[in-house]
């Protein structure tokens, strides 16, 4: 079973969110990775994230993306994931004007991370940051390739 439900949930005043590609963009991973699910994403200001990325990850800083499974399903089979991925809109602006690229292709990136995190996909070695990062590549491409 594969597909997915999402929910882009804007709480900043940044307009527009890219919405309708970051719902394409999810189909495109779970499908390519044979999951299913539903997914709130959720646009933040940097003092939500702030306060998120203290009280998850004990840093009292912002950061772009975080990602939280909210399955209570702990069979082995592979469960309808169920996340939340929060996003710094302000952070993403950062780093797009920094890398000198578009807002609403940070926030397709950022959001991508999310979708990977989920679905069990790490950087915690150099190998796992090339395996996570060249899927991104992919499933951004073929999006930009739909589109």
């Given at each position: 079973?594969?597909g997915?439900?999402?929910?882009?949930?804007?709480?900043?005043r940044?307009?527009p969110?890219?919405?309708?590609?970051?719902?394409?963009?999810?189909?495109?991973?779970f499908?390519g990775?044979?999951?299913?699910?539903h997914?709130?994403i959720i646009?933040?200001?940097d003092t939500k994230m702030?306060?998120?990325?203290?009280?998850?990850?004990?840093?009292?800083?912002?950061?772009d993306?975080l990602?939280?499974?909210?399955?209570e399903d702990?069979?082995?089979?592979p469960?309808?994931?169920?996340g939340?991925?929060?996003?710094?809109?302000p952070q993403?602006v950062?780093?797009?004007k920094?890398?000198g690229?578009?807002?609403s292709?940070?926030?397709?990136f950022l959001?991508?991370?999310?979708?990977?995190?989920?679905?069990?996909?790490t950087?915690s070695?150099?190998r796992?940051f090339?395996r996570m990062?060249?899927?991104?590549?992919h499933?951004l491409?073929?999006l930009?390739?739909e589109?």
């Amino acid at each position: 079973m594969s597909g997915v439900r999402t929910s882009v949930i804007n709480t900043t005043r940044r307009r527009p969110i890219p919405s309708k590609r970051i719902a394409r963009l999810a189909r495109l991973i779970f499908t390519g990775e044979r999951r299913a699910g539903h997914l709130n994403i959720i646009m933040v200001g940097d003092t939500k994230m702030k306060s998120l990325n203290s009280r998850f990850r004990g840093t009292d800083r912002t950061t772009d993306v975080l990602s939280f499974s909210i399955d209570e399903d702990e069979s082995d089979q592979p469960p309808s994931l169920t996340g939340e991925i929060y996003i710094s809109v302000p952070q993403a602006v950062r780093q797009a004007k920094s890398a000198g690229h578009d807002v609403s292709d940070e926030i397709l990136f950022l959001a991508s991370h999310g979708m990977l995190h989920l679905l069990g996909y790490t950087h915690s070695t150099k190998r796992d940051f090339k395996r996570m990062v060249d899927k991104q590549i992919h499933y951004l491409n073929r999006l930009y390739r739909e589109s």
